[in-house]
């Protein structure tokens, strides 16, 4: 089957939480308005059928750097994240697990997140902003459940197996530490 020359698709430029799938989709009925939106795990970018590559690869810049800024305007602040973690607490682990703080915290490169059970307090790393929701909660309900089984073993994970979007969550961030690993191409700057 022929490809659509109106439509193209390519790999969106390490952005924040990883890369997808940008699908460009050309029209002739488009004059001057250019627009995109998030359609499951890829992004699409509508522009004029007229657009010449160059201005296309301007305008998915644009775009997806727009889409982004909008997107992060949603990142829950301490409060939120405090209310998000006692949500959490009531439906996943019977309510027993009640932090006493829930903040973001820029110091912690290493990590998601860690918890002091003695104090309460749980600091989520803020790599974690504008990842998807799933993810932040997973991570959230890690922490939690630190507030109630200090390792990792058994009683742990059995806890965490009420949050059916454990294995997705703890898969995306495996993807996300991988990409950090790599190394940067010639000439790029990484940050």
Not at 50 to 71: H, I, Q
């Amino acid at each position: 089957m022929p490809a659509d020359p109106q439509r193209s698709v390519t790999d969106e430029p390490h952005r924040g939480a990883g890369p997808s799938a940008v699908e460009v989709r050309r029209s002739a009925r488009r004059r001057r308005t250019v627009s995109a939106y998030r359609e499951g795990d890829r992004t699409v970018v509508l522009i004029p059928a007229r657009m010449s590559e160059a201005e296309e690869r301007r305008w998915v810049g644009v775009m997806l750097d727009k889409l982004a800024a909008r997107e992060n305007r949603g990142v829950l602040g301490d409060r939120e994240l405090t209310e998000r973690a006692g949500h959490l607490s009531e439906q996943y682990l019977e309510g027993r697990a009640r932090p006493g703080s829930v903040r973001w915290v820029t110091n912690q490169n290493s990590r998601w997140g860690s918890c002091t059970p003695a104090e309460g307090s749980i600091r989520l790393s803020h790599r974690l902003r504008g990842m998807p929701e799933y993810v932040v909660d997973y991570v959230l309900l890690h922490e939690l459940a630190h507030l109630l089984v200090p390792g990792h073993g058994p009683e742990f994970w059995r806890l965490l197996d009420a949050y059916p979007r454990t294995e997705r969550a703890r898969g995306y961030l495996e993807g996300v530490a991988a990409a950090d690993r790599l190394p940067h191409p010639p000439g790029a700057h990484g940050g």
